[in-house]
């Protein structure tokens, strides 16, 4: 099956940046594209960034400048570089290939940003 496990959150001033990380197994990793997600309580769970099999890359407008994703195929990993955090971009961060519903999520990696 497949397995997505994020990684790389924690705790950081506003301004700070933070890289989170996914590592997908049970796929043929290069083939899909992948996308990052974020979820607060309350919220509906939004697309971030995304970046296709081809590594053309898409952002929210809530992060285009200062978010980067990336990814490094031999390592089946998928990245999101976070620059000038706020305190709204606090959430749990997922990854999974966007609107592909044979895939489970992963338990997420929390992202607070306060002072």
């Known amino acids: 099956q497949v397995q997505f496990v994020e990684s790389g959150g924690g705790l950081v001033q506003p301004g700070g940046s933070l890289r989170l990380s996914c590592a997908a197994s049970?796929?043929?990793?290069?083939?899909?594209?992948m996308g990052w997600y974020r979820q607060t309580p309350g919220k509906q769970r939004e697309l971030v960034a995304r970046i296709s099999s081809g590594f053309n890359t898409n952002y929210a407008d809530s992060v285009q400048g200062r978010f980067t994703i990336s990814r490094d195929n031999a390592k089946n990993t998928v990245y999101l570089q976070m620059n000038s955090l706020k305190p709204e971009d606090t959430a749990v961060y997922y990854c999974?290939?966007?609107?592909?519903?044979?895939?489970?999520w992963g338990q997420g990696t929390q992202v607070t940003i306060s002072s």
């Open positions: 049970g796929m043929i990793f290069s083939r899909y594209g």
């Open positions: 999974n290939v966007p609107f592909d519903t044979r895939f489970n």
